[in-house]
């Protein structure tokens, strides 16, 4: 717990209220906790994200280290990004640096860019403009400002407008505090995930937000606030007005967060699961049982995140729950001895996950994948040694799932193989005759070979497929 705490005030400056503007709690003057009564270091933020800020404060800007890298620092973990938050707007900012762009059509951000596909973005104070329906611009985050009216906010609308308190914390580097504006520290050491103001009126803003509290929960092994989940287990319906494309980009998150099994039974406990995986609750939920196969191999993924600190592909994972679908096996055995043809196995695929909105390409790469498993599966290991598998598209999505489930209808030795060839590809052995069209196939091509590599399963490399995904909106460039 915090020992000592100082206030100040927010200054609300000259900001304009719109007519939807959620209620905000009476005062706006912060707690504000000093160096000595956090844990967070200037040695563990980014230095590219600290130069940021000297130079926004040295032109006599304000600037905060904002968001999810403040409450990674001060749980103890590495941040995943580093988002500052200013006064200074989106011009100003590109005034200020070279390596700068602004993004957004509606809400502008600046990005910022470093050597190795390094992006810190930078965000104006926003206030606390609801749009019906939030649209993402990065990282999934929603963007409230409104270019044309400009309508920028101070500190305490910014904190106001996040969604969790643990999410709304400011680190200021002038005196190495932490300002709070919504008891998001409290939150922190109590363990408790709350979402910002009345909880129905911030799901029906935006119904993502039901989602982001349970990851969060699930994630740092918190728990939900009552009226927090009280809302969503009375408005989880809510979800099904959310944008499909960022539902489904949510969701592929949380799969591959390394928390996947607790996240699925949480979203199941708060109703939410039947908009997202409703085959998950079939057959009395047995798949997500505890003990069961299915949730036995979730956790290997989920371990395999914790191990290698980054994104996993989604093919694989999702692959491995169609699997499960097939025939809700109780058992590697069950799972052996289900006898089906290519042909079967596309309908299957068909039907599943129909109330997500799965992009087509990743359908296909399912598709591949499944396809080569159950190949695979069905053929004499001694002719599975001679087929050339480094040169096929999934090998190295195989290899994840064939680890995942445990074990192999070859007692092992078909894991061996499909791992080799799988090093085999992602060091060009298996892939010369294919480079060409590797190439026209871009950022697919480069990912899959990075997925493959043999440092990935260390956690060495950050995958290029996560942070090609990333690229659509984060574009890449050096200093
Ligand atoms: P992660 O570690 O998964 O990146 P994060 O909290 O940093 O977690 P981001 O999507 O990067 O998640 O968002 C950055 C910040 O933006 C959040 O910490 C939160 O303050 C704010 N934010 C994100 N999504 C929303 C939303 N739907 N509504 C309000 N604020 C949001
Ligand atoms: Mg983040």
Not at 57 to 73: E, M, N, Q, S
Not at 97 to 110: E, S, Y
Not at 360 to 381: A, C, H, M, N
Not at 415 to 439: D, N, P
Request: charged share 30%.
């Amino acid at each position: 717990m915090p020992r000592e705490k100082s206030t100040r005030s927010g200054g609300r400056g000259s900001r304009k209220k719109s007519e939807t503007t959620p209620q905000t709690p009476e005062t706006e003057t912060p707690e504000v906790y000093p160096r000595n009564d956090h844990c967070v270091s200037r040695s563990e933020i980014d230095s590219d994200a600290l130069k940021i800020m000297y130079r926004l404060i040295r032109h006599g800007y304000k600037a905060y280290l904002v968001g999810g890298g403040v409450r990674d620092l001060l749980l103890g973990k590495k941040p995943k990004d580093f988002d500052i938050a200013t006064d200074a707007t989106p011009r100003n900012i590109k005034a200020l640096f070279r390596n700068c762009r602004i993004i957004g059509r509606r809400f502008k951000l600046a990005h910022v860019y470093f050597r190795n596909n390094k992006i810190i973005e930078v965000a104006t104070f926003r206030d606390i403009v609801e749009s019906s329906e939030s649209s993402p611009s990065s990282d999934g985050e929603a963007s409230l400002i409104v270019e044309q009216n400009n309508v920028y906010g101070t500190p305490a609308t910014d904190a106001f407008r996040r969604d969790l308190t643990i999410n709304a914390l400011f680190y200021e580097l002038s005196t190495f505090s932490i300002i709070d504006y919504v008891g998001g520290m409290k939150d922190l050491n109590s363990k408790t995930i709350r979402i910002i103001g009345d909880p129905k009126t911030r799901y029906q803003e935006d119904p993502v937000r039901m989602m982001r509290a349970i990851r969060h929960a699930a994630r740092a092994h918190f728990s939900i606030e009552k009226k927090t989940l009280a809302a969503i287990q009375n408005h989880h319906a809510l979800i099904e007005e959310a944008s499909q494309v960022r539902v489904y980009e949510e969701l592929r998150k949380d799969l591959s967060s390394g928390s996947a099994l607790p996240m699925l039974r949480l979203y199941g406990d708060a109703g939410l699961l039947q908009h997202l995986l409703p085959e998950l609750l079939l057959n009395d939920s047995v798949l997500l049982k505890e003990g069961s196969f299915f949730s036995e191999a979730l956790g290997r993924i989920d371990q395999y995140a914790c191990e290698s600190k980054e994104e996993l592909p989604t093919t694989s994972i999702l692959a491995m729950i169609a699997l499960f679908l097939l025939s809700y096996p109780s058992s590697f055995e069950d799972l052996a001895e289900q006898r089906l043809d290519r042909e079967e196995l596309n309908d299957h695929l068909k039907s599943c996950f129909i109330k997500l909105t799965v992009p087509r390409k990743e359908r296909e790469r399912i598709d591949d994948l499944l396809g080569l498993w159950l190949r695979l599966f069905q053929t004499p290991l001694e002719r599975v040694a001679k087929l050339n598998l480094e040169r096929r598209r999934s090998i190295g999505d195989l290899a994840l799932l064939l680890r995942w489930l445990g074990e192999d209808s070859h007692e092992g030795k078909l894991l061996e193989l499909v791992e080799e060839a799988a090093s085999k590809k992602s060091s060009g052995q298996g892939t010369k005759r294919r480079s060409s069209s590797r190439q026209g196939r871009g950022k697919r091509g480069n990912s899959e070979q990075k997925s493959t590599s043999p440092n990935r399963s260390k956690g060495k490399t950050r995958s290029k497929r996560s942070s090609s995904r990333r690229g659509n909106r984060r574009q890449k460039s050096s200093e």
